[in-house]
């Protein structure tokens, strides 16, 4: 649309021509429609308005930029969101048209999923591990529901892997199997009501963390502890102590090495262990996004008799 500004003005009662150029429109505001969250594994159409100078909508194309692509893309108007934002460092969308630009901030909500390998010193078959984040709708508590796996052959994933949190909360559980590990896309599911949440990770089932070396947990009769290891692939340590059932204990980043402390146990012999991860478990909340991999590996440390 153009739009001339002329004056006519009588002259010896003739008319002179107009000679003021029309006036073009020209992107002037550019606006965004409200957005605060994006639920993971649903996507999500994005939409700006481009006004001209006289406040009327133009068919001007815009361009959206992630600021965390690695967590969430954008192709053309649509963005997809794949892993959950970090607590207080939300995802910053950009739209731009020409000069043009404007932008929100926003949430990732909804189920995350983090596979990779289980591997055991002293074993050749790798088993496969799971690691899990759910950040609920404002308002919302993570479904007390077990999560689904499926690998990529089709069947399912055998995990004990059950969420609970109040709500607001993010929630984190993690779970291994023997089932060995499968090159491709695991998917999965968390049923809340009618609401299905669902995400998938690829896995590399030839990829394997290093063991740490020099390993060693001791526990003394008093229920002291002490944990030893040299870290040089994996960033946290995990002790175990088990009898009839498996006691977690003592969990330490690198710079926490050694690692002491008490642990509660009730008189019996224990097989002792350590697990490396590639995170701390159970920060909530947290300050960085979750690795791409989830690899454990599972050591023994020794028996321990208690009085």
Same mark, same amino acid.
């Given at each position: 649309?153009?739009?001339?500004?002329?004056?006519?003005?009588?002259?010896?009662?003739?008319?002179?021509?107009?000679?003021?150029?029309?006036?073009?429109?020209?992107?002037?505001?550019?606006?965004?429609?409200?957005?605060?969250?994006? &639920?993971?594994?649903?996507?999500?159409? /994005? &939409?700006?308005?481009?006004?001209?100078?006289?406040?009327?909508?133009?068919?001007?194309?815009?361009?959206?930029?992630?600021?965390?692509? +690695?967590?969430?893309?954008?192709?053309?108007?649509?963005?997809?969101?794949?892993?959950?934002?970090?607590?207080?460092?939300?995802?910053?969308?950009?739209?731009?048209?020409?000069?043009?630009?404007?932008?929100?901030?926003?949430?990732?909500?909804?189920?995350?999923?983090?596979?990779?390998?289980?591997?055991?010193?002293?074993?050749?078959?790798?088993?496969?591990?799971?690691?899990?984040?759910?950040?609920?709708?404002?308002?919302?508590?993570?479904?007390?529901?077990?999560?689904?796996?499926?690998?990529?052959d089709g069947q399912p994933l055998?995990?004990? /892997?059950? /969420?609970?949190?109040?709500?607001?909360?993010?929630?984190?559980?993690?779970?291994?199997?023997? +089932?060995?590990?499968?090159?491709?896309?695991? &998917?999965?599911?968390?049923?809340?009501?009618?609401?299905?949440?669902?995400?998938?990770?690829?896995?590399?089932?030839?990829?394997?963390?290093?063991?740490?070396?020099?390993?060693?947990?001791?526990?003394?009769?008093?229920?002291?502890?002490?944990?030893?290891?040299?870290?040089?692939?994996?960033?946290?340590?995990?002790?175990?102590?088990?009898?009839?059932?498996?006691?977690?204990?003592?969990?330490?980043?690198?710079?926490?090495?050694?690692?002491?402390?008490?642990?509660?146990?009730?008189?019996?012999?224990?097989?002792?262990?350590?697990?490396?991860?590639?995170?701390?478990?159970?920060?909530?909340?947290?300050?960085?996004?979750?690795?791409?991999?989830?690899?454990l590996t599972y050591q023994g440390?020794?028996?321990?008799?208690?009085?």
């Open positions: 649309m153009t739009r001339s500004v002329c004056r006519w003005w009588p002259v010896l009662a003739l008319l002179t021509a107009c000679t003021t150029p029309p006036v073009v429109p020209v992107p002037t505001s550019l606006s965004l429609a409200p957005l605060t969250s994006a &639920r993971i594994g649903q996507p999500l159409s /994005l &939409r700006a308005v481009v006004r001209d100078q006289w406040g009327e909508v133009m068919a001007v194309p815009v361009a959206w930029t992630s600021s965390q692509p +690695a967590l969430a893309t954008v192709q053309g108007d649509t963005l997809t969101a794949t892993r959950l934002t970090p607590t207080n460092q939300p995802l910053t969308l950009t739209a731009s048209a020409g000069p043009l630009h404007a932008r929100t901030e926003l949430t990732t909500t909804g189920l995350e999923v983090t596979l990779g390998t289980y591997a055991i010193q002293g074993q050749a078959d790798l088993g496969t591990a799971a690691f899990v984040r759910f950040r609920p709708e404002s308002g919302g508590a993570a479904p007390q529901a077990a999560v689904t796996f499926t690998a990529p055998l995990t004990d /892997l059950v /969420l609970l949190g109040a709500a607001g909360e993010v929630s984190a559980g993690w779970s291994y199997t023997l +089932a060995p590990p499968q090159s491709g896309t695991y &998917r999965a599911a968390l049923t809340d009501g009618d609401t299905r949440f669902t995400a998938s990770d690829e896995v590399d089932a030839a990829s394997v963390a290093p063991f740490a070396a020099a390993a060693a947990v001791t526990i003394q009769p008093d229920r002291s502890y002490e944990i030893r290891a040299d870290l040089t692939g994996q960033p946290v340590v995990l002790a175990t102590a088990f009898n009839q059932a498996i006691r977690y204990f003592g969990q330490a980043s690198a710079n926490e090495l050694p690692k002491r402390g008490t642990v509660s146990l009730e008189p019996g012999t224990y097989t002792t262990g350590l697990f490396t991860l590639p995170l701390k478990l159970g920060a909530a909340p947290f300050q960085s996004p979750t690795p791409l991999t989830f690899n440390t020794g028996p321990v008799t208690l009085p």
